[in-house]
């Protein structure tokens, strides 16, 4: 699981973000980006604590895992939720390749990112905008994702933090090996400025979905981004 993962996420990747998703058409919709070239779906699980809305859970990433692993691709699984040490094996069952939580909703990140991976998944630990770049330093070598929020947690669709390239500069000499993702209000007139602070992985959820031609979307972001 986390092998694939690891192999797709060494390019740089645009990962559309299913939260803006039609989900009564689902796997239709999983289907025209991952045809139009993505490769990593971003899934955002929010539990009205954490966050104040309540998204989905293991039953729906069951239901697209297998369709996004014989296409090739991963699942990228972004838990915005209390006490995510609790959830992640019902989630690595499910069939995430990868899982970030939040360094803010737990005491025991240190703990969670390596019970993340005995589970086979790659490990991520995602700060949010008002989390300093710092308080992930002493999780270096034990994340595979950093992943730097360019919004607020908790919606699709708001305003992209104009401050969140300089806070990637800032995070790329504490995270080693780690890829550094972005979330939040990623377009394609944001993505150059972060792909150029050193982020590499670009999730988009409205700028893809909202989008009247998906596909097309997908592409300018990634043509933007210098993904593949
Ligand atoms: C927000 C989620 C994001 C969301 C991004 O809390 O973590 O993944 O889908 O949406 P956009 O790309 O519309 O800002
Ligand atoms: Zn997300």
Redesign the pocket.
């Known amino acids: 699981m986390s092998e694939r993962m690891w192999e797709l996420i060494q390019s740089p990747r645009v990962a559309p ?1 299913i ?2 998703a039609d989900f009564a058409k689902l796997g239709a919709q999983v289907s025209e980006v991952m045809d139009a070239g993505a490769r990593v779906i ?1 899934f ?1 699980v929010m539990d009205g604590h954490f ?1 104040p809305p309540i998204t989905i859970g293991p039953l729906v990433l069951g239901g697209i895992a297998d369709q996004v692993h014989d296409a090739g691709g991963a699942v990228d699984v ?1 838990l ?1 939720i209390a006490a995510p040490e609790r959830q992640i094996e019902e989630f690595a069952e499910a069939g995430a390749d990868s899982i970030t939580f939040h360094e803010e909703a737990t005491p025991h990140a240190h703990r969670t990112l390596h019970a993340i991976r005995e589970l086979g998944c790659l490990a991520g630990v995602a700060i949010n905008p008002g989390t300093p770049p710092d308080a992930v330093a002493e999780l270096r070598g034990l994340a595979d994702v950093v992943l730097c929020m360019s ?1 607020n ?6 305003s992209f933090i104009e401050t969140s390239p300089a806070k990637v500069e800032r995070l790329v000499p504490l995270v080693g090996e780690a890829k550094i993702e972005v ?4 377009d394609a007139t944001t993505a150059g400025s972060l792909a150029a602070a050193g982020a590499s992985l670009f ?5 893809i979905f909202g989008a009247p031609d998906p596909a097309q979307a997908y592409a300018d972001i990634a043509a933007a981004a210098g993904a593949v």
């Open positions: 973000s939260l803006s971003h955002d966050v972004h915005m919004v947690p908790g919606w699709g669709g708001q979330d939040g209000g990623v999730v988009a959820g409205s700028a």
